[in-house]
């Protein structure tokens, strides 16, 4: 069974429509990763299968049930777990207790917090489990609101340019812990990145965007460099 399907789907702010009849089928323990110019649509269609931002037209179907209409936190109990463009994480509180916010939405809440298996993807936050998150640098932030979505054991993770603004080392390390999550937890992902090197390490599947509809995809091994430069440049 493919892990999410999207048919059809139309999403506006308002009366201005960004997807214009998106179709994807994203296939389990692999990472699809979206590609393409900036305002051509990949947020909003995060936000729209996660339910920030409502389905106008079409279906939204995840592990075989149709989503599309479930707010926010039905499909974070669903396995659906998302992290935003700039992270989001609460400044003003420690490294542990923005760990215990991924628990709310969670089905998993009465197991608590797994930090054992937390702390050995990112050994970081164990030991700055007690600082402010808003002491953190960005790299280590971003590293914070992974696993923060961890923490409520989805088993499909949306993530929005998650290299942006960290630096090269720390995205090393945030591309070999998807992979990880890919090969030992199943975990399957969606990711939208604009970095082309960083899209090749953790890649299995390709979707290209363009006005709100995708234009082409493919399997990673059938992309080199130049040509998803040439996609992302159109």
């Known amino acids: 069974m493919s892990e999410l399907i999207i048919d059809q789907v139309v999403a506006a702010y308002g009366q201005s429509t960004i997807l214009w009849g998106v179709n994807m089928t994203l296939q389990p323990a692999r990472v699809t990763t979206v590609m393409g110019r900036n305002g051509v649509g990949k947020t909003t269609l995060l936000k729209t299968i996660m339910g920030l931002l409502p389905v106008k037209d079409g279906h939204i179907h995840f592990h075989g049930q149709d989503v599309s209409k479930l707010p926010p936190f039905k499909k974070a109990k669903a396995g659906i777990a998302y992290v935003p463009q700039g992270r989001e994480i609460i400044p003003k509180l420690t490294v542990y207790e923005n760990l215990q916010l991924g628990l709310e939405a969670s089905a998993h809440r009465k ?47 949306l993530l929005d340019e998650p290299t942006e603004g960290i630096q090269p080392s720390i995205a090393q390390e945030i591309a070999q812990i998807l992979r990880q999550l890919v090969k030992d937890k199943g975990l399957s992902i969606l990711l939208v990145e ?16 363009d006005r709100g509809q995708m234009i082409a995809n493919g399997n990673a091994g059938d992309f080199t460099a130049a040509t998803l430069q040439q996609y992302i440049a159109m």
């Open 194 to 209: 604009q970095k082309i090197d960083f899209a090749q390490q953790v890649s299995d599947h390709y979707y290209f965007m």
């Open 111 to 157: 197991a608590g917090l797994p930090e054992d298996e937390i702390y050995s993807l990112f050994p970081i936050l164990k030991d700055f489990r007690k600082r402010l998150g808003g002491n953190l640098s960005g790299g280590q932030q971003q590293q914070l609101a992974i696993a923060r979505a961890l923490v409520s054991r989805p088993s499909l993770l």
